[in-house]
């Protein structure tokens, strides 16, 4: 399985703040990474497919990169909307993996 | 706009079978892939499998061999059945949409907790 591993597992920061999590694969998936963002008691929302590309409806403020193994999600100005979990997931091979989580709190 | 909505037992005893129902409305169930995805307390993402809008299945080998999953598309309604449950598989489980030709998930249900106890 190919395991992935997001950094930091939280993060403090406030609003307006520029935001970056990390999520590294144990082997190339190419650029087949997905980024979700996840509030407690929701249904979990797709942001970022494809490495970098924003799903319809997501704002602009968010933005992916990365390919191989090195993938990123930045938040450009931090709303308070934007306080959640967010989690990658390859799908360059099956079985599908997600990577722990990075829970963005309030500083 | 499509929704999807879990549904089952919150309590299923040990070594039983765990039954949840995904009921999928605004789309029809055709052409995408439909997940199942759990969460355990504490514990990060876990993919269950899909059923592909052929019939086709694709599991977690980790699970495999305790899954089924299965479509009605006559009534957008998704299944889920793991068999001999024990307290370790008890989590929120998701129910997932993969977009057509992808293997990311665009719509997801809100969830069901189930739980694994006597």
């Known amino acids: 399985d190919i395991q992935m591993t997001q950094s930091p597992s939280t993060l403090s920061a406030s609003v307006g703040d520029r935001v970056t999590i990390t999520c590294r694969a144990s082997?190339?998936?190419?650029?087949?990474l997905a980024w979700y963002q996840h509030k407690p008691g929701k249904a979990p929302n797709l942001l970022i497919y494809?490495?970098?590309t924003l799903e319809s409806g997501v704002p602009s403020r968010f933005s992916g990169s990365g390919s191989v193994t090195e993938f990123s999600l930045t938040i450009s100005s931090l709303q308070p909307d934007d306080f959640a979990t967010y989690y990658c997931?390859?799908?360059?091979?099956?079985?599908?993996?997600f990577g722990g989580g990075t829970k963005v709190e309030i500083k | 706009q499509v929704h999807l909505q879990e549904s089952g037992p919150g309590l299923v005893k040990p070594s039983e079978t765990l039954s949840l129902s995904c009921t999928v409305s605004?789309?029809?169930?055709?052409?995408?892939?439909w997940n199942w995805i759990r969460q355990s307390p504490g514990k990060g993402l876990e993919w269950i499998g899909c059923?592909?809008?052929?019939?086709?299945?694709n599991y977690n080998p980790s699970l495999k061999s305790r899954v089924t999953i299965s479509a009605d598309t006559s009534k957008s309604l998704v299944s889920l059945k793991l068999t001999s449950v024990t307290a370790a598989d008890t989590a929120v489980y998701y129910c997932?949409?993969?977009?057509?030709?992808?293997?990311?998930?665009?719509?997801w249900g809100r969830g069901i907790l189930v739980t694994v106890s006597s």
């Open positions: 997932a949409r993969a977009a057509a030709g992808r293997t990311d998930f665009d719509y």
């Open positions: 605004g789309d029809s169930i055709g052409i995408y892939s």
């Open positions: 059923v592909y809008y052929i019939g086709t299945t």
């Open positions: 082997q190339s998936i190419n650029s087949w």
């Open positions: 494809k490495a970098s």
């Open positions: 997931q390859q799908y360059n091979s099956y079985p599908l993996t």
